[in-house]
């Protein structure tokens, strides 16, 4: 069976299999379980991960304890607290499993010696970051000129899976409405 | 004086004369009066803008033709509508000018010929794009978490010469507050 980081990484770019190898070797493959913490705030942030199977919620507590979503990832994803982990200062961000997850942990050292060592890898994570700045400015969009019942059928439409994995309570904090509203709107 | 774009560049990474002079005979220098579009809703996006001087805004327009601004940009920044630059479709957003505005214009064979090229621009444009990209998720949170006050005291903080620069009709836009609501949290 294919490699999944292989397949994914291949979606942007072809490697040799001595690249791939040379890549591979750069991760540590970790397996959580549901419930467990890949990032809390307050602490450093070693790893970027790419997920190979599960589901992983990133949130943040505001000041009055209550939780914000502002996403969440699957197999074939890239997850952290991104800005934690580009600067190596302390999460602002929880990053922790909803289901059994199992990743693969890249760690600041090796992103900076791939990008180095493979002109490669820095046109992956640049293809990468781009696709994720423009699914961020989507959100903003998004939170900016819709209602609750429309991102809630963008939700629908983009993610359909995800309403079979994410606990009710949890969509309605991704989407910024009450558990009861949310009812409302997929009923 | 030094060049705008080398010290610009020289931020992330050194470059040679020569490095730089190839990387800038990629570039066209264009200047818009106060008013311009740089890009327009439905048409193609040929560019990404370095801005030499000036102030931009990038907005959306909504079915009920109400005006959302997503980011104000000036000197030393970019800016395009990055969706329809990096897929080469029709552009959703606006880009016009608050001043007059002086641009160095990257097409998009060019911004790909640079990547490809140079090692090094493809790892100047990834520092861009993790800045750009951890700058849109804090943009997200701000939005999930924080009320009209709080936003507009970041704005204060991050970006005080905006305050100066951009009329207030278009910042309580920014913010998602009525024209009254910012007069109020100004004074």
Redesign the interface.
């Known amino acids: 069976m294919a490699n999944p980081l292989r397949t994914h990484l291949e979606k942007v770019v072809a490697f040799t299999d001595a690249e791939f190898e040379f890549v591979h070797s750069h991760f540590t493959r970790r397996r959580y379980k549901k419930h467990q913490f890949l990032v809390q705030e307050g602490e450093l942030v070693p790893y970027a991960y790419f997920i190979v199977s599960g589901l992983v919620k990133l949130g943040?507590t505001?000041a009055a304890g209550?939780q914000?979503i502002?996403s969440f990832a699957m197999e074939d994803w890239w997850e952290s607290d991104?800005?934690a982990f580009?600067t190596q200062t302390r999460a602002t961000l929880t990053l922790d499993c909803l289901e059994d997850t199992e990743v693969l942990c890249l760690s600041f050292a090796n992103y900076q010696k791939l990008?180095t060592d493979l002109?490669k890898m820095?046109?992956f994570?640049?293809e990468k970051?781009?696709g994720?700045?423009?699914a961020?400015?989507?959100?903003?969009?998004s939170?900016?000129?819709t209602n609750a019942r429309e991102r809630y059928e963008q939700v629908v439409q983009q993610f359909p899976s995800l309403l079979q994995r994410v606990p009710k309570t949890l969509l309605a904090a991704y989407l910024?409405v009450s558990r009861e509203t949310l009812s409302r709107l997929s009923s």
């Open positions: 943040y505001d209550k914000h502002i991104f800005q580009y990008r002109h820095e046109h994570f640049l970051s781009n994720g700045h423009i961020a400015q989507r959100r903003i969009l939170l900016l000129t910024g």
